[in-house]
């Protein structure tokens, strides 16, 4: 079972790098030859990825499909998405493992933090510079 955190964790580690490569070095990332709207486009440009939760791309037009601002927000651009892999799932996971699960080996738990902050780096330093 903790192997299944573990993998969780890094993954999160790995999607949050995603996350600050699109929003900080989009530019110069792996990711600069994507359209700025586009699913893994920069989410912080004026016409970005962030466009894609709305119809037509305008907000006034009120959202692409019902929950696309909301509880489907993760599924209209890899920003979104990768925060769900980053923050949201692993949290819930850990305290569904925590609250109802057998117990974790403190070894396990204490690994968690470090691998995920090595993997966050290793991912953001590897994507940032392409």
């Given at each position: 079972m903790e192997?299944?955190?573990?993998?969780?964790?890094?993954?999160?580690?790995?999607?949050e790098a995603i996350q600050d490569v699109l929003t900080f070095h989009f530019s110069t990332s792996i990711f600069r030859n994507v359209r700025t709207d586009a699913f893994f486009g920069a989410p912080m440009a004026t016409k970005g990825s962030w466009t894609r939760k709305y119809k037509n791309g305008d907000y006034r037009a009120g959202p692409a499909f019902w929950g696309s601002?909301?509880?489907?927000?993760?599924f209209t651009d890899?920003?979104?998405?990768?925060?769900l892999f980053s923050r949201r799932l692993p949290l819930a996971?850990?305290?569904?493992?925590?609250?109802?699960?057998p117990p974790i080996d403190i070894w396990a738990a204490a690994l968690v933090i470090p691998l995920?902050?090595?993997t966050f780096h290793f991912a953001y330093n590897w994507m940032k510079r392409a």
């Open positions: 192997y299944i955190l573990l993998v969780l964790w890094l993954i999160a580690g790995f999607a601002t909301t509880i489907f927000v993760a890899a920003w979104h998405l990768c925060q996971v850990t305290l569904a493992f925590w609250v109802f699960g995920n902050i090595a």
